[in-house]
């Protein structure tokens, strides 16, 4: 799936895109190439591909995005999902044969107990070797985040004594042009199993750019030929997405696939919402069964956990940073003053 994103004009369908011959006239920096591999499980794959999207769409500002979506082949999926992927994604052999300013690689559900005896280990170690010289910047996003890490540098992840889960303050610690003019406190939705301890990304020559009391690190980086983004957090996430990761946790435990009933995402609902939510707890574990969740209290969220502002920040400066490496490659190609009759702007 090939899709043209514009800020002014919408999100055109395939049938829609200009043709390449137009494409061309274009200002050179005016287009960015990006590539989104959705792993994420069966239930959130189209929500997630929509809330890229739409997010890209917004950080876009005059420039236009030529957006795929693959996802990889490793990954397990129901009939369905599957479907929807051999349909409308693009296949992941087309990646290696273009080269792409940005990437965005999510995370996938786990099935194995550790992260190379995942099925998709393979496919994703050696797209992490394939970006490191084939894109300007790749995004790897909480499970694909540590299994990078690992990967690259040997760093394991290490289980938490409870999953973070909730809307967390981060603050941004180090000068970098991802964290320009972000809010104070970026507010992240965290929801993991595992972390990276900072110390670990120190010896091993990450930079660490936003961290949280409570969460710990939350966005570091590291240069190669790429500038790779890592992100322990979802700031993509919408504001119901840990309202239906937590309604779902609840549900696997009245159906008895999980044994542990889920904590409350930290500073999410509101206090009325908390109280109600602890009383059908002791309800649930008196009366565990599926049919329960027809019980559950209405919802409401705090007022205050800003979803999407920190997604908006770092996804407009990420696209700009792309934008001027973009333009930077296109002078260093062209002879001497070529640049400045094109209107590229000077370096």
């Known amino acids: 799936m090939t899709i043209l994103i514009n800020r002014d004009h919408g999100i055109s369908s395939p049938a829609l895109v ?65 479907w929807h992927v051999e349909s409308e994604y693009s296949d992941l052999a087309d990646l290696k044969r273009q080269r792409f300013d940005g990437l965005i690689v999510t995370g996938a559900e ?12 393979r496919d994703l170690t050696d797209l992490v070797d394939w970006a490191k010289a084939n894109t300007r910047s790749t995004i790897w996003s909480c499970l694909a985040a540590h299994a990078a890490v690992l990967h690259l540098d040997g760093i394991a992840r290490r289980q938490l004594p409870a999953k973070c889960h909730g809307i967390f303050d981060c603050a941004a610690v180090t000068s970098d042009p991802l964290t320009h003019a972000v809010p104070a406190p970026l507010k992240v939705s965290h929801s993991r199993l595992n972390e990276i301890v900072e110390s670990d990304l120190d010896q091993a020559g990450y930079r660490v750019l936003t961290r949280s009391a409570l969460a710990g690190v939350d966005v570091f980086v590291r240069q190669y030929a790429s500038r790779f983004v890592f992100f322990q957090g979802h700031p993509e996430y919408d504001a119901l997405s840990l309202q239906r990761e937590y309604l779902r946790d609840i549900g696997r435990y009245l159906a008895r696939e999980r044994e542990n009933y889920p904590h409350l995402p930290v500073s999410y609902f509101d206090a009325v919402t908390e109280e109600k939510l602890a009383r059908f707890e002791k309800k649930a574990r008196h009366q565990r069964h599926p049919a329960l969740t027809n019980d ?52």
Not at 50 to 74: D, E, N, T, V, Y
Not at 314 to 319: A, I, K
């Open 18 to 82: 200009p043709a390449e011959g137009d494409l061309a006239r274009d200002h050179a920096g005016a287009e960015l190439t990006i590539g989104l591999i959705n792993n994420m499980p069966d239930p959130a794959l189209k929500a997630t591909e929509r809330r890229f999207m739409k997010l890209l769409q917004a950080a876009a500002g005059p420039r236009r995005i030529r957006f795929h979506c693959f996802s990889l082949p490793s990954v397990k999926r129901s009939p369905e999902a599957k």
């Open 110 to 121: 786990p099935v194995a107990p550790e992260l190379d005896q995942e099925p998709y280990w």
């Open 296 to 347: 559950l209290p209405a919802l409401n969220l705090r007022a205050d956990i800003a979803a999407g502002s920190a997604a908006a920040a770092l996804f407009r400066n990420w696209l700009q940073y792309l934008g001027a490496e973009a333009e930077a490659a296109v002078l260093a190609r062209q002879p001497k003053g070529v640049g400045s009759a094109l209107g590229l702007p000077k370096r």
